[in-house]
């Protein structure tokens, strides 16, 4: 995503006529981003101060922030301002990524939180991919015998259409290229996009809270027909049956008592 960026992270960003953008946390960052203090040892006044201050960073520098504090995980109330100021850190992070990876004339959302949402999607996701294809899971014979999957380039991530401008539904990340096509439903046709070949989709069996929670993906293959409905494929395929079952029940028992309350 950064690479060929020529960006100095320690170089707090300015506006057009010099100034700089960052004021009260701008000696903080640059300690920070300098490597010359640990987040995990600062002054909480100085993380809260600099906190309003993160927004105004770039891309480059909320990643180099984020790479030394990935050890920082605690639900201590003591560190509170720290957990908030990653959390801050995370959600311009992850809505960066998903903005750089859009296409170019793609409507992007109105709020941040469905940007924060795709652009975590796609970070796991790359990290899943970078984990598979390196023969995570498989033993070590077969690594050396070279038998790692074949992974589809176009990975999709479903959408709350409500939460965005063009109504998307569905999301293809091409996982080389960090390139993500967004789309409605009814709106594109996949097997064009991806040229044929299969689309992987996640069964998210994910459980657990904070520092206790495990991921667990169940990586399916999709092979797309031309002119077919990609959604209601996806849909089949990823939602567990109970779950969809579960669905199905409710629907039917809403339209019952709808269809009662009109008689």
Same mark, same amino acid.
């Given at each position: *995503?950064? #690479?060929?960026? /020529? +960006?100095?992270?320690?170089?707090?960003?300015?506006?057009?006529?010099?100034?700089?953008?960052?004021? $009260?946390?701008?000696?903080?960052?640059?300690?920070?981003?300098? #490597?010359?203090?640990? @987040?995990?040892?600062?002054?909480?006044? #100085?993380?809260?101060?600099?906190?309003? /201050? +993160?927004?105004?960073?770039?891309?480059?520098?909320?990643? =180099?922030?984020?790479?030394?504090?990935?050890?920082?995980?605690?639900?201590?109330?003591?560190?509170?301002?720290?957990?908030?100021?990653?959390?801050?850190? #995370?959600?311009?992070?992850?809505?960066?990524?998903?903005?750089?990876?859009?296409?170019?004339?793609?409507?992007?959302? &109105? =709020?941040?939180? !469905?940007?924060?949402? %795709?652009?975590?999607?796609? &970070? %796991?996701?790359?990290?899943?991919?970078?984990? @598979?294809?390196?023969?995570?899971?498989?033993?070590?014979?077969?690594?050396?015998?070279?038998?790692?999957?074949?992974? !589809?380039?176009?990975?999709?991530?479903? *959408?709350?259409?409500?939460?965005?401008?063009?109504?998307?539904?569905?999301?293809?990340?091409?996982?080389?290229? *960090?390139?993500?096509?967004?789309?409605?439903?009814?709106?594109?046709?996949?097997? &064009?996009?991806?040229?044929?070949?299969?689309?992987?989709?996640?069964? /998210?069996?994910? =459980?657990?809270?904070?520092?206790?929670?495990?991921?667990?993906?169940?990586?399916?293959?999709?092979?797309?027909?031309?002119?077919?409905?990609? @959604?209601? %494929? %996806?849909?089949?395929?990823?939602?567990?049956? $109970? $779950?969809?079952?579960?669905? /199905?029940? *409710?629907?039917?028992?809403? @339209?019952?008592?709808?269809?009662?309350?009109?008689?």
């Amino acid at each position: *995503l950064v #690479d060929g960026q /020529d +960006v100095r992270v320690i170089d707090l960003p300015k506006c057009a006529s010099g100034a700089p953008k960052v004021l $009260q946390g701008a000696a903080f960052l640059q300690r920070l981003l300098n #490597d010359e203090v640990e @987040l995990k040892s600062c002054m909480e006044s #100085d993380v809260c101060a600099a906190q309003a /201050d +993160v927004k105004y960073l770039k891309v480059e520098q909320l990643l =180099s922030i984020r790479e030394h504090t990935l050890d920082l995980m605690t639900e201590s109330q003591s560190h509170s301002a720290r957990n908030s100021f990653l959390e801050t850190i #995370d959600k311009y992070l992850f809505s960066a990524l998903a903005s750089r990876c859009m296409q170019g004339g793609t409507p992007q959302a &109105a =709020s941040m939180e !469905p940007l924060h949402q %795709l652009g975590l999607r796609i &970070a %796991l996701t790359v990290g899943v991919v970078d984990m @598979l294809k390196e023969g995570w899971g498989l033993r070590s014979t077969a690594v050396a015998q070279g038998e790692c999957p074949q992974l !589809p380039s176009h990975w999709a991530i479903r *959408l709350k259409p409500q939460e965005w401008p063009g109504q998307f539904a569905c999301a293809l990340l091409h996982v080389d290229e *960090l390139r993500v096509h967004a789309f409605a439903s009814g709106t594109l046709d996949v097997a &064009a996009v991806v040229g044929g070949n299969p689309v992987a989709a996640v069964r /998210d069996r994910t =459980s657990g809270v904070g520092k206790d929670r495990m991921l667990h993906w169940e990586v399916l293959r999709l092979e797309c027909k031309k002119g077919e409905d990609f @959604l209601t %494929l %996806l849909d089949r395929e990823t939602i567990p049956r $109970q $779950q969809s079952g579960l669905a /199905d029940e *409710l629907s039917a028992t809403l @339209l019952h008592r709808a269809t009662r309350t009109v008689a």
